[in-house]
């Protein structure tokens, strides 16, 4: 059985650490986004999650987990009246 080797291209894409040229390095630092919500789980039979994408996409091709949004919230409105 023939062993494979590695063809010259396959070499240079390698990284090397020792070819870093720190001259071309800049310093970046990440932006802290401030967190605008706070993610939640439920879990929804398969049935109820077709009839939502349904109706999402009726309403203007949003979807369904947007459409819950818009629900939850008309309802927050009505019961906080």
């Known amino acids: 059985m023939k062993k494979k080797t590695r063809s010259k291209k396959q070499k240079l894409d390698k ?5 870093w040229d720190q001259s071309k390095s800049v310093s970046v630092k990440p932006e802290k986004k401030p967190i605008q919500g ?3 789980s439920i879990r929804l039979p398969h ?7 349904k109706i999402a996409q009726k309403k203007g091709g949003i ?12 309802r927050l409105e009505q019961e906080s009246a």
């Open 63 to 74: 979807g369904y987990q947007t459409l819950l949004k818009i629900w939850i919230a008309e």
């Open 15 to 19: 990284y090397n650490p020792d070819e």
């Open 47 to 53: 049935s109820m999650v077709q009839k939502l994408r």
């Open 38 to 40: 706070i993610s939640t």
